[in-house]
C-alpha cells in the first residue's frame, strides 16, 4: 500500500479481515520495511547479475541500459546485493 | 408436548447441540466434559445425529478443525474443560478473529499443578480476553437453553463470533436435573440453519487468516472489538425471542432480592444458587441484602451492573479464580473497574473462594456477606480475602 493510497479505517474491514481478490499481495509494497536503500555506481557495474542472483527479494531487474537495478516498491534493504557485488558497484545508504 | 425429564445435565447439553442439528463435532474428552461429547459420538455413530464427529488427538486440534469446518459455514459444535481449554487457547482467537461462530460448551475445571479435576473458573479466566461470547449458566436448563441461544446469538449476521457457555464442572455437568427438553419443530423454528455469509467457495474464491501487517492490525482489532461489543444487542434480542418461544427468559444479569438492599453479593454459575438461599435466610432475619448473578460475562455489561448496585452501600464479589500476584479475583477487579468512575460508587470487597471444588455452603456465603460488610465498615478491605482457607 503506498502512501497516495486512501488507507482502510477500521469501519472498512471486512468481515474476519477476509481478502475477497485474488492475488491482492501484488498490491502490497514490502518495501516500506526498508531503513537503507541501494545506490549504483554505474561505472564500476560489469552488468554480471549477480546482485539479481543473491537478491533473496527477487526484486533486482536489469534496466534497458543492462544495468541492475532494484525494484524500490520490493526492495527490503537487507543490502546483500551490496555485500555480494565483487566490483563494489552497490552502495547502500540510509533511509531519510 | 415438551417433556420435562430428570437428566444428567452433559447430556441434555448434548441433545440440545442434537436438536441444534450440528454438522461437525470435533472434540477430545476430558473431565468433567467427556459426557456431553461421548453422548454426541454415539448419537452419530447410531445414525440418531446426521453430523461428521471427527475424535482429533489434541484440543488443539479439536478447535482447529473447528475453524476449517465453520469456514466453510458448517454449523461446529465442541466442548472441553482445563487443561484442554489452555492447551486450545491459541486457536481460540483465531476463532474469533476469524468471525467463525463455533459454539464450544465448557465444563468449568481448575488448572495444574497440583492436578486437580474439580470445579473452578480458573480455566475460563484464562481465555477471558479471548474475543469470545461467553455466558455463564447456574442450573441444568439454562445449559440446555443457552445451547441453543448461542448458535442463534453467534450465527446471527451482525454478530459472527464464537460463543462459550460456561457449567460448572461437577456440580452442573454430573448432576441429574428436571429439564425441559424442547421439541424438534420448535428449535428449528427458533434456529433457522446456519448461513455462513462468507464460507471458502471455490466459486467465490477468498483468502482466509491472511497478513497482517502493522499499518492495517490496529483496524482489524478495534473492528473486532466493536463486533463483540456492539454483539449484546443481538443476545438480548436473541434471549428475548427464546424467551417468547419457550417461555424462559434471560438477562445480562439477575437481582435476586435487591430491592432496597443495602449490601448485594455477586456471584457466576451454579454457585449463585447456593447464595440465594442465604439471601433467603438473611432477609429472613430482617437483612437488606441481596444477590447479583452474572450471566454475561463477555461483552461485559457494565451499563447493567452500573445500574444494579446503584443503590447498594457495599457489592461483595465471589470469585472462583485467582489472578496470581494481581487485584485477587478477576470478577471483582472488572467490576471495581466498572464503577471506579462513577461519582457515587458502593464499597467493592472481593472474595476468592471455592477453588479446585472446595465447597461453599449457603452457611458460608451468609459468612462471605457478613465479613465483606465488617470489613467495609471498618474499611479494612485488602486486594481480596480467600474464604474458607486455613491459616
Given at each position: 500500500?503506498t502512501?497516495?493510497?486512501?488507507?482502510?479505517?477500521w469501519?472498512?474491514?471486512?468481515?474476519?479481515?477476509?481478502?475477497?481478490?485474488?492475488?491482492?499481495a501484488?498490491?502490497?509494497?514490502?518495501?516500506?520495511?526498508?531503513?537503507q536503500?541501494?545506490?549504483y555506481?554505474?561505472?564500476?557495474?560489469i552488468?554480471?547479475?549477480?546482485?539479481?542472483?543473491?537478491c533473496?527479494?527477487?526484486?533486482?531487474?536489469?534496466?534497458e541500459?543492462?544495468?541492475?537495478?532494484?525494484?524500490?516498491?520490493?526492495?527490503?534493504?537487507?543490502?546483500?546485493?551490496?555485500?555480494?557485488?565483487w566490483?563494489?558497484a552497490?552502495?547502500?545508504?540510509?533511509?531519510? | 408436548m415438551?417433556?420435562r425429564?430428570?437428566?444428567?445435565?452433559?447430556r441434555?447439553?448434548?441433545?440440545?447441540?442434537?436438536?441444534?442439528?450440528?454438522?461437525?463435532?470435533?472434540?477430545?474428552?476430558?473431565?468433567?466434559?467427556?459426557?456431553i461429547?461421548?453422548?454426541?459420538?454415539?448419537?452419530?455413530?447410531?445414525?440418531?445425529l446426521?453430523?461428521s464427529?471427527?475424535?482429533?488427538?489434541?484440543?488443539?486440534s479439536?478447535?482447529?478443525?473447528?475453524?476449517g469446518?465453520?469456514?466453510?459455514?458448517?454449523?461446529?459444535?465442541?466442548?472441553t474443560?482445563?487443561?484442554?481449554?489452555?492447551?486450545?487457547?491459541?486457536?481460540?482467537?483465531?476463532?474469533?478473529?476469524?468471525?467463525?461462530?463455533?459454539?464450544?460448551?465448557?465444563?468449568?475445571r481448575?488448572?495444574?499443578?497440583?492436578?486437580?479435576?474439580?470445579?473452578?473458573?480458573s480455566?475460563?479466566?484464562?481465555v477471558?480476553?479471548?474475543g469470545?461470547?461467553?455466558?455463564?449458566?447456574?442450573?441444568?436448563?439454562?445449559?440446555?437453553?443457552?445451547?441453543?441461544?448461542?448458535?442463534?446469538?453467534?450465527e446471527?449476521?451482525?454478530?459472527?463470533?464464537?460463543v462459550?457457555?460456561?457449567?460448572?464442572?461437577?456440580?452442573?455437568?454430573?448432576?441429574i436435573?428436571p429439564?425441559?427438553?424442547?421439541?424438534?419443530?420448535?428449535?428449528?423454528k427458533?434456529?433457522?440453519?446456519?448461513?455462513?455469509?462468507i464460507?471458502?467457495?471455490?466459486?467465490?474464491?477468498?483468502?482466509?487468516?491472511?497478513?497482517?501487517?502493522?499499518?492495517?492490525?490496529?483496524?482489524?482489532?478495534?473492528?473486532?472489538?466493536?463486533?463483540?461489543?456492539?454483539?449484546?444487542?443481538?443476545?438480548l434480542?436473541?434471549?428475548?425471542?427464546?424467551?417468547?418461544?419457550?417461555?424462559?427468559?434471560y438477562?445480562?444479569?439477575?437481582?435476586?432480592?435487591?430491592d432496597n438492599?443495602?449490601?448485594?453479593?455477586l456471584?457466576?454459575?451454579?454457585?449463585?444458587?447456593?447464595?440465594?438461599?442465604?439471601?433467603?435466610a438473611?432477609?429472613?432475619?430482617?437483612?437488606?441484602v441481596?444477590?447479583?448473578?452474572?450471566?454475561l460475562?463477555?461483552?461485559?455489561?457494565?451499563?447493567?451492573?452500573?445500574?444494579?448496585?446503584k443503590?447498594?452501600?457495599v457489592?461483595?464479589?465471589?470469585?472462583?479464580?485467582?489472578?496470581f500476584?494481581?487485584?485477587?479475583?478477576?470478577v471483582?477487579?472488572e467490576?471495581?473497574?466498572?464503577?471506579?468512575?462513577?461519582?457515587?460508587?458502593?464499597?467493592?470487597?472481593?472474595?476468592?473462594?471455592g477453588?479446585?471444588?472446595?465447597?461453599?455452603?449457603?452457611?458460608?456465603f451468609?459468612?462471605?456477606?457478613?465479613?465483606?460488610?465488617?470489613?467495609?465498615?471498618e474499611?479494612t478491605?485488602?486486594?481480596?480475602?480467600?474464604?474458607?482457607?486455613?491459616?
Amino acid at each position: 500500500m503506498t502512501e497516495s493510497e486512501k488507507k482502510p479505517t477500521w469501519r472498512d474491514i471486512e468481515i474476519g479481515a477476509i481478502i475477497k481478490e485474488p492475488g491482492s499481495a501484488m498490491q502490497y509494497k514490502t518495501g516500506d520495511w526498508r531503513t537503507q536503500r541501494p545506490t549504483y555506481y554505474h561505472e564500476r557495474c560489469i552488468k554480471c547479475g549477480l546482485c539479481s542472483i543473491f537478491c533473496p527479494e527477487g526484486c533486482i531487474k536489469q534496466t534497458e541500459e543492462g544495468y541492475f537495478e532494484a525494484d524500490l516498491d520490493y526492495c527490503k534493504g537487507c543490502g546483500i546485493c551490496a555485500r555480494e557485488c565483487w566490483t563494489k558497484a552497490i552502495n547502500m545508504v540510509e533511509e531519510d | 408436548m415438551t417433556q420435562r425429564v430428570g437428566i444428567e445435565v452433559s447430556r441434555a447439553v448434548a441433545i440440545a447441540a442434537k436438536l441444534a442439528n450440528v454438522d461437525v463435532v470435533a472434540a477430545y474428552p476430558i473431565t468433567p466434559q467427556t459426557h456431553i461429547v461421548e453422548d454426541l459420538s454415539e448419537m452419530v455413530a447410531s445414525g440418531e445425529l446426521d453430523a461428521s464427529y471427527i475424535p482429533v488427538e489434541s484440543e488443539h486440534s479439536a478447535m482447529s478443525c473447528c475453524l476449517g469446518s465453520a469456514s466453510v459455514g458448517a454449523r461446529t459444535f465442541t466442548a472441553t474443560a482445563s487443561q484442554g481449554l489452555e492447551l486450545m487457547h491459541e486457536v481460540l482467537y483465531v476463532a474469533s478473529s476469524m468471525r467463525f461462530p463455533i459454539v464450544m460448551a465448557v465444563a468449568n475445571r481448575a488448572l495444574s499443578a497440583p492436578i486437580s479435576i474439580w470445579g473452578d473458573h480458573s480455566d475460563v479466566m484464562s481465555v477471558r480476553d479471548t474475543g469470545w461470547i461467553q455466558i455463564f449458566v447456574a442450573n441444568g436448563q439454562e445449559a440446555f437453553d443457552n445451547i441453543l441461544c448461542a448458535f442463534r446469538i453467534g450465527e446471527d449476521r451482525a454478530v459472527l463470533l464464537p460463543v462459550m457457555i460456561h457449567l460448572d464442572g461437577f456440580q452442573l455437568t454430573h448432576v441429574i436435573e428436571p429439564i425441559y427438553l424442547e421439541e424438534e419443530d420448535k428449535v428449528e423454528k427458533f434456529l433457522p440453519p446456519n448461513d455462513y455469509p462468507i464460507p471458502l467457495d471455490p466459486d467465490n474464491p477468498v483468502s482466509m487468516g491472511a497478513f497482517g501487517p502493522p499499518e492495517i492490525y490496529s483496524e482489524i482489532k478495534k473492528a473486532q472489538d466493536v463486533a463483540l461489543t456492539s454483539s449484546k444487542s443481538v443476545i438480548l434480542k436473541s434471549w428475548k425471542e427464546f424467551g417468547d418461544a419457550f417461555g424462559r427468559y434471560y438477562s445480562p444479569l439477575q437481582c435476586y432480592r435487591c430491592d432496597n438492599a443495602k449490601v448485594l453479593l455477586l456471584a457466576m454459575g451454579s454457585f449463585s444458587e447456593t447464595a440465594m438461599s442465604a439471601i433467603d435466610a438473611m432477609r429472613e432475619d430482617g437483612h437488606k441484602v441481596g444477590l447479583i448473578k452474572l450471566t454475561l460475562w463477555r461483552p461485559f455489561p457494565f451499563a447493567e451492573i452500573r445500574d444494579a448496585v446503584k443503590d447498594a452501600e457495599v457489592v461483595v464479589v465471589f470469585d472462583r479464580a485467582l489472578s496470581f500476584g494481581g487485584p485477587g479475583g478477576p470478577v471483582c477487579s472488572e467490576i471495581r473497574s466498572a464503577l471506579y468512575d462513577l461519582e457515587k460508587r458502593p464499597k467493592v470487597i472481593g472474595f476468592v473462594g471455592g477453588l479446585g471444588g472446595r465447597v461453599v455452603s449457603a452457611a458460608g456465603f451468609r459468612e462471605i456477606i457478613e465479613q465483606g460488610t465488617k470489613i467495609a465498615r471498618e474499611g479494612t478491605e485488602q486486594e481480596y480475602e480467600m474464604f474458607g482457607v486455613r491459616e
